[in-house]
């Protein structure tokens, strides 16, 4: 930890963050019902329905496009904001459809809703509201556990693998829509259509990227890069197949090559920058010394460090980690 | 990107050139998501059926506290026939449904071809009408009127689709296709009567009450509520009735 810890919360960034999202929202909401047709329950339905389809291709599509360029990781910092958004744009559409098609029945909207929908013994009519209603469970179960403090409660491998069911609610979407709106032939079913391979392609491709970085970096010791690639204060990042990634600094003209995953909460370190002399993470300010990855007294926090040569203008990297807080001499470049 | 521009996620701001950046990107998402919602409002089917080919005439204005008297059928499903005026010649038929997604609730003792009084909100749409009633249904001690024989149009095999009659006749816009199917599906549940809406006019309508081969009810037309279908049957005509009897059992879906 470090002195310098700070709790994220509402800064500047994030409301300008939430409030672009929710101008977004509101955009496509008008539009929608602006030029739609038809009974205003229908349009609030479908408007609300395929708002949150394409806030949650954006959600996603985040991750590979901070991959891709650093320069969108704000983004991916405030990436929750954007998941509560569209998991309260998904639960307005849930209850507008219980509240019209699914209300003014004998049946209470909840035990309607599971026998109004059966299957018809063919593949058009098979039922796709369950569809809808398992992806907008998992979005629930994301929204309400997405506070840092889940992340905390949790640990962090298991909170992000919790997380990851956001790609599977992503599917459930993509096959309530198949079966439903595509197949009458509305026009937001073609967003689905051109979004969901759009989003496929963009994660293919980040992946690959990633890929051939990790294959050139399987020899004993790695080309992490020219000593000119990494800017004073800041870290590039060396990512393995089968390994941590590393994150190696640069400040005062030395080198030194730490854990990528902060000891905290999984955090960025490769993508903080150095502050006071130690290595800071970019998600809540823990710290580190450069040398060997302890945070500063009193705090305990320990990070693994790696050996570090030079050939020529490259530098060489051991990928085989030291104990956690291991001295290694900073690597003198300049 | 140089260090100073690093955004760090406790930070008040990002610095100027990752914020002239972000800028840049948040204005092409407001942009993206103004336009699809544009595109995607505008191209929504105004009719959501791909069966209907053929446009459906307008739902009109419902009328309230609208008073019937005639006579009650119940097969295939609750009819008033009403006796012929200037805007009906062939007698006034007027399906019964009650409130909500719920049929016509009525007293065990009323039997077929009763005279009653009915009371509710007037549905209207192209040849169908339907009463929601309101009240309960009070039968009349006079002499039934009559109700012509019923005139077989001959077999037919057509494309349509089955709804309740009740969200053909206005109630829901446009009350049709796969997203209005749980909808339609509780409607039948509830009792309303079902209607089978063809994709082009026969004998100058595209509505029909729906019956089994035999002419009763069809046994649970739900499961194939707002699907495309491909139905054969007999269309027959009991005053200004127009009735399609089928088996279900040999719909398909094209």
């Given at each position: 930890m470090s002195h310098g810890y700070v709790p994220v919360g509402w800064t500047t960034s994030k409301k300008l963050y939430d409030a672009v999202l929710l101008l977004g929202v509101g955009m496509y909401l008008a539009a929608f019902v602006h030029f739609g047709a038809g009974d205003d329950q229908a349009l609030r339905i479908k408007a609300l329905g395929s708002c949150a389809f394409v806030l949650l291709t954006l959600v996603l599509a985040i991750g590979p496009l901070a991959r891709l360029d650093k320069r969108f990781l704000p983004l991916l910092y405030n990436r929750r904001h954007a998941g509560v958004i569209t998991c309260a744009l998904a639960a307005g559409h849930a209850v507008a459809v219980l509240g019209w098609y699914?209300?003014?029945?004998?049946?209470?909207p909840l035990d309607a809703l599971l026998v109004a929908d059966t299957g018809s013994g063919h593949l058009r009519g098979f039922p796709f509201i369950p569809f809808g209603m398992a992806a907008l469970l998992i979005l629930v179960l994301l929204a309400v556990t997405s506070h840092d403090f889940w992340l905390s409660f949790l640990t962090p491998p298991v909170w992000k693998a919790l997380h990851l069911g956001v790609y599977a609610a992503y599917g459930f979407v993509v096959i309530h829509v198949a079966l439903g709106a595509f197949q009458q032939g509305d026009a937001f079913a073609v967003e689905v259509s051109v979004l969901a391979p759009l989003l496929v392609g963009l994660h293919l491709w980040s992946g690959w990227r990633e890929w051939r970085r990790r294959k050139a970096a399987k020899?004993?010791?790695?080309?992490?890069?020219?000593?000119?690639?990494i800017a004073e204060g800041r870290a590039v990042v060396v990512r393995f197949a089968d390994a941590e990634p590393v994150a190696i600094f640069r400040h005062e003209g030395r080198l030194s090559a730490v854990s990528?995953?902060?000891?905290?909460?999984?955090?960025?370190?490769?993508?903080g920058r150095v502050i006071d002399g130690c290595i800071t993470c970019?998600?809540?300010g823990f710290q580190y010394r450069l040398a060997d990855g302890c945070a500063p007294p009193p705090f305990t926090e320990k990070l693994a460090t790696y050996r570090l040569e030079l050939r020529g203008l490259d530098v060489m990297l051991d990928p085989r980690p030291n104990p956690p807080g291991t001295y290694v001499e900073p690597l003198v470049v300049a | 990107m140089s260090p100073a521009d690093f955004f760090v996620g406790w930070d008040r701001r990002s610095g100027s050139a990752n914020f002239r950046f972000l800028a840049v990107v948040a204005g092409v998402v407001l942009l993206v998501l103004a336009v699809l919602g544009g595109v995607a409002g505008r191209f929504?089917?105004?009719?959501?059926?791909?069966?209907?080919l053929s446009p459906l005439p307008p739902a009109e204005a419902p009328i309230d506290s609208v008073t019937l008297r005639g006579r009650i059928s119940l097969r295939p499903v609750a009819t008033v026939f009403v006796a012929p005026d200037a805007s009906h010649p062939r007698m006034h038929s007027v399906l019964l449904s009650g409130d909500g997604k719920s049929g016509v609730s009525l007293a065990g003792s009323l039997t077929d071809g009763a005279m009653v009084s009915v009371t509710g909100l007037l549905l209207r749409r192209g040849s169908i009408d339907m009463l929601v009633v309101g009240e309960p249904v009070q039968p009349l001690a006079e002499p039934a009127i009559d109700v012509p024989a019923p005139v077989s149009l001959g077999r037919w095999r057509v494309a349509g689709e089955i709804c309740d009659g009740k969200c053909q006749t206005g109630?829901?816009?446009?009350?049709?296709?796969l997203s209005h199917r749980a909808c339609a599906s509780l409607c039948l549940i509830g009792g309303v009567p079902p209607v089978l809406v063809t994709a082009q006019p026969i004998a100058g309508t595209q509505f029909f009450v729906l019956a089994s081969a035999d002419g009763s009810a069809p046994p649970a037309p739900g499961r194939l509520a707002g699907l495309p279908l491909l139905l054969e049957g007999e269309v027959e005509r009991r005053g200004d009735l127009l009735i399609f009897k089928t088996d279900l059992g040999r719909a398909m879906l094209p």
């Amino acid at each position: 930890m470090s002195h310098g810890y700070v709790p994220v919360g509402w800064t500047t960034s994030k409301k300008l963050y939430d409030a672009v999202l929710l101008l977004g929202v509101g955009m496509y909401l008008a539009a929608f019902v602006h030029f739609g047709a038809g009974d205003d329950q229908a349009l609030r339905i479908k408007a609300l329905g395929s708002c949150a389809f394409v806030l949650l291709t954006l959600v996603l599509a985040i991750g590979p496009l901070a991959r891709l360029d650093k320069r969108f990781l704000p983004l991916l910092y405030n990436r929750r904001h954007a998941g509560v958004i569209t998991c309260a744009l998904a639960a307005g559409h849930a209850v507008a459809v219980l509240g019209w098609y699914f209300a003014y029945s004998p049946l209470a909207p909840l035990d309607a809703l599971l026998v109004a929908d059966t299957g018809s013994g063919h593949l058009r009519g098979f039922p796709f509201i369950p569809f809808g209603m398992a992806a907008l469970l998992i979005l629930v179960l994301l929204a309400v556990t997405s506070h840092d403090f889940w992340l905390s409660f949790l640990t962090p491998p298991v909170w992000k693998a919790l997380h990851l069911g956001v790609y599977a609610a992503y599917g459930f979407v993509v096959i309530h829509v198949a079966l439903g709106a595509f197949q009458q032939g509305d026009a937001f079913a073609v967003e689905v259509s051109v979004l969901a391979p759009l989003l496929v392609g963009l994660h293919l491709w980040s992946g690959w990227r990633e890929w051939r970085r990790r294959k050139a970096a399987k020899a004993e010791w790695v080309l992490a890069g020219a000593v000119g690639d990494i800017a004073e204060g800041r870290a590039v990042v060396v990512r393995f197949a089968d390994a941590e990634p590393v994150a190696i600094f640069r400040h005062e003209g030395r080198l030194s090559a730490v854990s990528h995953l902060c000891a905290h909460q999984n955090g960025p370190l490769g993508e903080g920058r150095v502050i006071d002399g130690c290595i800071t993470c970019p998600w809540h300010g823990f710290q580190y010394r450069l040398a060997d990855g302890c945070a500063p007294p009193p705090f305990t926090e320990k990070l693994a460090t790696y050996r570090l040569e030079l050939r020529g203008l490259d530098v060489m990297l051991d990928p085989r980690p030291n104990p956690p807080g291991t001295y290694v001499e900073p690597l003198v470049v300049a | 990107m140089s260090p100073a521009d690093f955004f760090v996620g406790w930070d008040r701001r990002s610095g100027s050139a990752n914020f002239r950046f972000l800028a840049v990107v948040a204005g092409v998402v407001l942009l993206v998501l103004a336009v699809l919602g544009g595109v995607a409002g505008r191209f929504l089917p105004r009719d959501a059926s791909l069966f209907a080919l053929s446009p459906l005439p307008p739902a009109e204005a419902p009328i309230d506290s609208v008073t019937l008297r005639g006579r009650i059928s119940l097969r295939p499903v609750a009819t008033v026939f009403v006796a012929p005026d200037a805007s009906h010649p062939r007698m006034h038929s007027v399906l019964l449904s009650g409130d909500g997604k719920s049929g016509v609730s009525l007293a065990g003792s009323l039997t077929d071809g009763a005279m009653v009084s009915v009371t509710g909100l007037l549905l209207r749409r192209g040849s169908i009408d339907m009463l929601v009633v309101g009240e309960p249904v009070q039968p009349l001690a006079e002499p039934a009127i009559d109700v012509p024989a019923p005139v077989s149009l001959g077999r037919w095999r057509v494309a349509g689709e089955i709804c309740d009659g009740k969200c053909q006749t206005g109630v829901m816009q446009p009350g049709q296709g796969l997203s209005h199917r749980a909808c339609a599906s509780l409607c039948l549940i509830g009792g309303v009567p079902p209607v089978l809406v063809t994709a082009q006019p026969i004998a100058g309508t595209q509505f029909f009450v729906l019956a089994s081969a035999d002419g009763s009810a069809p046994p649970a037309p739900g499961r194939l509520a707002g699907l495309p279908l491909l139905l054969e049957g007999e269309v027959e005509r009991r005053g200004d009735l127009l009735i399609f009897k089928t088996d279900l059992g040999r719909a398909m879906l094209p």
